[in-house]
Every structure is written in structure tokens, then in C-alpha cells.
């Protein structure tokens, strides 16, 4: 076999197809980031996360990328332009932010700072998206696409943003708001900018198919529309109906879904313009999916096309229809919310402990029994090879089962099962050995793989940091920092903090679909192990939980200087203990009552020394204070027991 290189492990964790030229492998094995794509300067974020660590800065922490968030606005704007000129469109393209994606104030400015001047709006779907919008934005003249369901103070407060330079477009999604508009537009003596929401009946794709079609959450109907148009004409306001907004769907994985919903909505766009409403923003809305496998197929975490090719789609769907119909070309809006900020964003965490690693387990004398069914597994695990794999691994496992019947009828010893299970353990293990460079598995070894891995225990809360992993399956990218000039030698599954035991990340990419088992390097006493988790810049942060009471993670941003070296621009420090405690009302300054009181019962009862309850009450303050993971190791104090005088030591837990 050919040695291994970081090229085999770039092949394996499938980087150049899902990093988008953001990271790759260097010749050292090192991971290393591109902020601007593979042609910019790059900097190795293993050496990076040493940096932050000697800075104080504790793993899990979340990296964001803010020359990721530009690069990813030039790309999308470019794609647009290029299809523009390419199919002879003269209106101009906007790409807007919906900021459900990601609310965190530092993304919506980075992402700002260059869209600025490409034009870049933003879209919200509730009043506090509405109040931040705003103030993002304020004298700007930017555009604010407003949805969701809306009351009058929302509508209201739309409106009244036109008076410090915002381009509010309202959204009706339902009808009824319709009449909450005018009412609020006469009360305030303002002519609104209003946009309809259609409900389109093409079919999309992906996990998110449902989120369109006739059964969709948000939408006005056919007749729905034509109501409005009809209400707005009797009102003399229609020259206020200025958008039409389509929502094709999130994450689409195939191009057939986008060209059939454009078909449709370019019509609906047509018959608008034949009723007298001059429609000069065309909304495609959201829907351009991230390849978070890698694969470029029409699976749940994949795409079957380009960012080019949505645009040349997009765009050309609209021009057609514009000449066909002689409509004036309207200004042309995507909300590609996903695409823009899932690359910029990783997690680092660490790997704190493991289980079932191979020869992790101390060895049974098996020569100390005599049992016959030992002596078959011994006889059993000669001589294993690719050809009688197959044969040797089913005969282990009814050897396995034989010695289970033996253990419950009371014929094998607790010590004999255990030297039975280390056996079965061997041969299955010399089994994957024999088999593991066959191009097709046999059936029978499928599960084999899964059964040997081990459990690697990482320093962060699937919950928190990926909850779409745990609750939708979604995949992530997940590969070490570091080693990757080394084979990864030992499958593993992934295992968090929390005490729950969907509380795992057991699906994985691969280059032929998603598998169980992820290729790890076996850790090296006294070393950190470091794991990157990646594209988890669209939905995660937000929709994270406090499961166990894990907070936020620390995150810092950073800045590559021309020459490659990291700038940490802006740290902002994860949840304390005393922070999520406080989110379900156990406030600090009375559990630091409740807990003194009861130091100064147990030390009248002579229950602890003067000593102990100092450190008692400083272990309690600082852990308070602490940040919700684990973190470095510090100085273990000696105390005396107030029963023997022996010194005693802390045993607050460690990590390498």
C-alpha cells in the first residue's frame, strides 16, 4: 500500500469538495484556513488554537472567519453579475441577509461591511429582528424586507423607519394584513411599500420540501393575491405594491425544484404586471443550499448543483419572462441566508477521554483457563485472512453467544466471560484487519466497523454547539487539526459532556455517503487531541440549548493579516456557571446565601475545619464564576481533615 500523506487524509474527510477552497490540509498535516478562498493568505489553525489557548482562552471555542463572510458576498454577487451579463438583464441584483440565520450582531456587520456596497439588505421575520434591522441600518437607505406575522406595532414601526433612511418593503403573508397596513399607513399619514408573499404549488426539495406548496406555513393564494390587488386598486394605493416575494424552499438539494419555481412565479410576476401592479422588486427568497457532505448529490445535507448555476437559473428564468411579457426588469433580490455564513463559522473542542479503544483494555491471562469454548477462540483467531474472513468472523460470534448461554446457566465464571469478550474482541479486530482495504465489504462485515469503534469524549454539548446533528441528522464536517499526515488507524463515534445519550454524533460523511464511523488518530498520552467541527454558521448558534446547563462556548473572530498571521479582532467570553444557572432563577447572590449558611452549620457541628470551609467556599465562588466546560488544569491546594490531620488534595477535574 501507498504511504500515507495529508493528500489521503484530505480524500478521506472529503475537504476540497465541502470546504469551498476556506480550508484544506498543509504538506506538515496541519488544517489551514483561507479566509479569501484558496488564492488568499492562510494561516494553520492548529497553531492558532496553541495561540488562543496560551491567551487563556479555553476549548470548546467557535471560530468565526469574518474574511469568510466577505469572500462568500463577493461570490454570490459575482455569480449574480456574471448571469446578468451572460442572459442581457439590466436590473440590478441585491443580495439580502435574512437574519434568522444567524442574529449574532458581529456576523450581520461583518457581512455589512461588504454589502454594502453591493447593495446588500436584510430581511427579518419578527419584531426584536425588526428593532436590530433597524438599528443596523439606520440613515442608510438600505433595504429591509419585512415578514412573519405582523401586528400593528410592527407595521407601524416599519413604517415610521422610513423617516431615518430605511427602505421598508412589508411582506403580507397572510391576508388580514392587508387591512392592518392601511390602517396604520392612513393613522400615520404614510404610503407604504408593500409586497405580497406568494404561495406557489411547485413542488420543492430536500428535508425542507413542505416549507412551500399549498399546505406552507406563510403565503397568499391565487385568489388571495388577486383580493389584494383588487383592495389596493379600490383604495387608488396599488402603485404602493412594489414586491413580489417567492419562498421556494431551504436547503434545496436539486435544480429542478429552483427552474420549476421560477417558472411559476415569473407568471404570477407577468399577471401582475397585465392588472396595472408595476412590480420593481423581484424577491426569490431563500433556499441556495450548502454541500455540507461534500457529495454534490441530492441528499438532505448535499446540492446537485453550483452557486453559477442557481444564478444563471434564477436569472435567466426572470429575463425570459420580462422580454416575453415586455415587462420592465425588476430589481432582482435572493435571500441566501445559509450560503452566506455556514462556511465562515467552526467549532474547536478537544477530545478529554475515550472508551473501547483498541488494546485500551488491560489483557486476561487466557492460558489461566482451561474452558474448552477459550480454547476454540483461541484456535479460531489463527490464520485469519481476506478470504476466510467471513467464515472466522460468523463462527466468533456463535462462540460469543455460546459463552453468554454458558455465563447465565451458571457454567463460565464472570473471569472466563471477560476472556471470551477480549477474544471475540481480537478476532473481530484481526477480522477488519484482514478486510480493510477491500474495494466492496461483504455484507455480513457491515456492521463490523460500528461494533469496534470506540468512544471519543469531546469537551463540548452537541445541544448547544450542533443541535441540527441531534435533532434533524444534519451533517457536519468533522476532522482533526492536526496529524493528517498520519492514518487515522482507530473508527470512533463522538460522544459530548451531557448525561444524555442522544448526546452523540454517530453519522459522518464519506466518500460514498454518509457512514457510522469516523477514522481518528489514537491520542498520545499527555497530548491534546484537537477536533475541528465545521459549517456551523447557518441556524446552529441560535437555535442551541442549555441541555445539562452547558452555556455558550467562548468565541473569537478572526482576522488572517496578508502575511497569514491570525488577528484575534474580538473575543467574547462563553456563559459562566452563574450565567445559565440565572436562565432557570438560581440566582448567584442567593445561592451564595443558602450555601454559606449551611458551611457555618457544618462547621458549628465540627463537621469540616476552618481550612476546608474556606476552600469550600472558594471551590464553589470560582466554579460560579467558571466557564460551563471543562477547562485547563490548575494547582491542586492541600488541606488537612479536621478527623486525621492527613493532607488531602483538590480533585477538581483536568483536562490535558
Request: hydrophobic share 40%; charged share 25%; proline share 4%.
Amino acid at each position: 500500500m501507498s504511504p500515507w500523506t495529508p493528500a489521503s487524509s484530505s480524500h478521506l474527510y472529503q475537504v476540497p469538495t465541502w470546504a469551498a477552497g476556506f480550508f484544506s490540509i498543509h504538506e506538515d498535516g496541519n488544517l489551514q484556513v483561507h479566509p479569501d478562498s484558496s488564492s488568499g493568505p492562510s494561516t494553520d489553525l492548529f497553531e492558532l488554537t496553541r495561540t488562543i489557548r496560551r491567551r487563556g482562552i479555553d476549548t470548546p471555542v467557535l471560530l468565526r472567519f469574518p474574511g469568510i463572510l466577505r469572500a462568500r458576498v463577493r461570490q454570490l454577487t459575482d455569480a449574480f453579475t456574471r448571469a446578468r451579463n451572460e442572459f442581457d438583464y439590466p436590473a440590478a441584483y441585491r443580495c439580502v441577509f435574512p437574519i434568522k440565520v444567524n442574529q449574532e450582531r458581529w456576523v450581520v456587520e461583518g457581512l455589512l461591511e461588504e454589502g454594502r456596497q453591493h447593495g446588500m439588505g436584510l430581511e427579518v421575520g419578527s419584531k426584536p429582528e425588526l428593532i436590530a434591522g433597524i438599528a443596523l441600518q439606520a440613515g442608510e437607505g438600505s433595504l429591509l424586507i419585512c415578514n412573519g406575522y405582523k401586528d400593528a406595532e410592527y407595521i407601524e414601526m416599519a413604517l415610521l423607519s422610513a423617516h431615518i433612511g430605511i427602505t421598508s418593503v412589508i411582506v403580507i403573508e397572510k391576508l388580514s394584513e392587508l387591512e392592518t397596513i392601511l390602517r396604520s399607513a392612513r393613522l400615520l399619514n404614510l404610503r407604504p411599500r408593500i409586497g405580497v408573499r406568494c404561495k406557489l404549488t411547485s413542488p420543492s426539495s430536500g428535508r425542507w420540501s413542505e416549507s412551500t406548496g399549498v399546505r406552507s406555513k406563510f403565503g397568499l393564494t391565487a385568489r388571495e393575491i388577486v383580493t389584494v390587488v383588487e383592495t389596493l386598486q379600490d383604495a387608488d394605493m396599488l402603485d404602493c405594491l412594489e414586491l413580489l416575494h417567492v419562498h421556494i424552499g431551504s436547503q434545496i438539494t436539486h435544480i429542478r425544484a429552483v427552474k420549476k419555481a421560477m417558472r411559476e412565479a415569473t407568471q404570477i410576476l407577468a399577471n401582475l404586471n397585465s392588472m396595472g401592479a408595476h412590480i420593481t422588486w423581484f424577491d426569490a427568497g431563500g433556499g441556495l443550499a450548502v454541500d455540507y457532505d461534500g457529495s454534490g448529490s441530492t441528499g438532505d445535507s448535499s446540492m446537485n448543483y453550483s452557486l453559477q448555476e442557481y444564478a444563471n437559473d434564477v436569472v435567466w428564468a426572470l429575463a425570459e419572462t420580462c422580454r416575453e411579457h415586455e415587462i420592465s426588469p425588476p430589481t432582482l433580490l435572493t435571500e441566501s441566508g445559509r450560503a452566506l455564513v455556514a462556511h465562515h463559522s467552526m467549532l474547536v473542542t478537544e477530545v478529554v477521554g475515550t472508551t473501547g479503544l483498541s488494546g485500551q483494555a488491560p489483557l486476561l491471562d487466557v492460558q489461566e483457563s482451561r474452558h474448552d469454548l477459550l480454547e476454540e477462540f483461541i484456535d479460531l483467531a489463527d490464520g485469519i485472512t481476506e478470504d476466510n474472513a467471513v467464515e472466522h468472523y460468523h463462527d466468533a460470534q456463535e462462540l460469543r453467544e455460546r459463552a453468554l448461554q454458558l455465563f447465565n446457566t451458571g457454567h463460565l465464571s464472570l473471569t472466563d466471560k471477560g476472556r471470551a469478550e477480549q477474544l471475540f474482541s481480537q478476532t473481530c479486530q484481526s477480522v477488519q484487519r484482514a478486510t480493510r482495504h477491500m474495494e466492496v465489504l461483504p455484507e455480513a462485515l457491515a456492521s463490523l466497523e460500528r461494533d469496534l469503534a470506540a468512544t471519543y469524549f469531546l469537551n463540548a454539548s452537541i445541544f448547544q454547539s450542533l443541535p441540527d446533528s441531534w435533532a434533524i441528522d444534519q451533517l457536519f464536517p468533522i476532522l482533526p487539526l492536526h496529524r493528517l499526515a498520519e492514518e487515522p488507524t482507530q473508527g470512533a463515534i463522538l460522544a459530548d459532556l451531557t448525561c444524555d445519550s442522544d448526546g452523540r454524533v454517530d453519522r459522518f460523511i464519506g466518500t460514498r455517503g454518509p457512514k457510522r464511523v469516523l477514522e481518528l488518530h489514537p491520542p498520545t498520552a499527555g497530548q491534546p487531541y484537537y477536533l475541528g467541527i465545521f459549517l456551523l454558521g447557518a441556524y446552529q448558534e441560535i437555535l442551541g440549548d442549555i441541555h445539562n446547563l452547558f452555556g455558550d462556548t467562548h468565541v473569537a473572530h478572526v482576522e488572517i493579516n496578508a502575511d497569514g498571521r491570525p488577528r484575534l479582532v474580538h473575543v467574547q467570553a462563553g456563559e459562566r456557571v452563574e450565567d445559565v444557572l440565572s436562565h432557570v432563577e438560581y440566582h448567584g447572590a442567593e445561592l451564595r446565601r443558602t450555601v454559606r449558611r449551611h458551611v457555618e452549620h457544618a462547621l458549628a457541628m465540627e463537621h469540616m475545619s476552618d481550612e476546608e470551609s474556606a476552600l469550600f467556599l472558594r471551590r464553589f465562588e470560582s466554579s460560579l464564576q467558571g466557564y460551563t466546560y471543562l477547562t485547563r488544569a490548575t494547582a491542586k491546594p492541600k488541606v488537612s481533615t479536621p478527623q486525621t490531620g492527613q493532607s488531602i488534595e483538590d480533585s477538581r477535574s483536568e483536562q490535558s
